[in-house]
């Protein structure tokens, strides 16, 4: 046994301290799915920990680290949710799905240099993986390396000029570069010809809202409150920003305890909270 086997072993074991039925790893395995579908995320976690300690050395474990690690990210486990993503992919380290699964995890943890390895990773193994790239392009607007998106993003274009990801990047690019109106113009024209994507909302709220346009900013956010089934922590935030600057402070107060209840940054949450006082 080489040494990665050993340590995902290892994993393994922290992973599933759990006590095991009688039923076999396809009936374990399937009923974590049962539990998934009616929502009971702890018991379908229970059922993959009871599936991969059935079969520690099943070669299909990798799918179930994958899966295991998705729960716990939605239950607000991130570090458990890293510890069975690594797990898996120490089984299969070319991975796109858990590759791309753990770049958005580091994402969520703040930890934007690691997220850049897995896309350098991503885009390795498939250097035509569009939504790696323009994820990457992303995360460059974001670290103000505004030359590497620009290249990310036109390459995505030079593959397929009419590329929704293609142009959404550039309109975040402007959007960081203060570039407004062109960066509204482009939405604008991305939401005429696909309606019913709501990032495509959010991101032009947030560009109202740096417009001080706080009208048109609320209305998009309404779109995106009526599609979205679990509003993330940041729209909260953006929300509770733009009820503030409409001096609604009780309004906004209570958007930004529901933020910091979805896992917020508390520092910057409570700054926010005591503006409405």
Do not use: W
């Not at 380290?93 to 990773?121: C, H, M, Q, V, W």
């Amino acid at each position: 046994m080489n040494i990665k086997r050993i340590i995902v072993a290892a994993l393994l074991c922290a992973l599933c301290g759990v006590k095991l039925g009688a039923q076999t790893y396809e009936e374990l395995i399937q009923q974590s799915y049962d539990y998934a579908d009616r929502g009971d995320l702890p018991a379908a976690e229970q059922a993959l920990k009871a599936a991969l300690h059935r079969e520690p050395a099943n070669r299909n474990n990798f799918a179930l680290l994958s899966n295991l690690g998705t729960i716990q990210r939605r239950l607000g486990r991130r570090d458990e949710a890293l510890t069975s993503y690594t797990a898996a992919l120490g089984l299969q380290p070319d991975n796109k799905l858990i590759l791309s699964n753990r770049a958005e995890l580091f994402i969520e943890r703040g930890e934007t240099e690691r997220a850049l390895a897995d896309y350098e990773t991503l885009l390795r193994v498939d250097p035509a993986d569009v939504e790696a790239r323009f994820r990457r392009g992303v995360l460059y607007v974001e670290l103000k390396e505004y030359m590497l998106a620009d290249a990310d993003f036109e390459q995505i274009l030079a593959r397929d000029r009419d590329s929704k990801l293609g142009r959404l990047g550039f309109a975040l690019l402007d959007k960081a570069r203060g570039n407004y109106a062109d960066s509204e113009a482009v939405l604008t024209f991305l939401i005429g010809r696909d309606p019913d994507d709501l990032r495509l909302y959010e991101e032009r709220a947030e560009l109202y809202f740096l417009m001080k346009k706080n009208a048109r900013a609320m209305a998009d956010l309404r779109r995106v409150f009526a599609g979205e089934r679990e509003p993330s922590a940041y729209l909260y935030i953006l929300r509770g920003k733009i009820r503030l600057a409409q001096y609604e402070k009780e309004a906004a107060a209570t958007d930004f305890k529901k933020a910091l209840d979805l896992g917020a940054d508390r520092a910057e949450v409570e700054g926010l909270i005591k503006m409405t006082y």
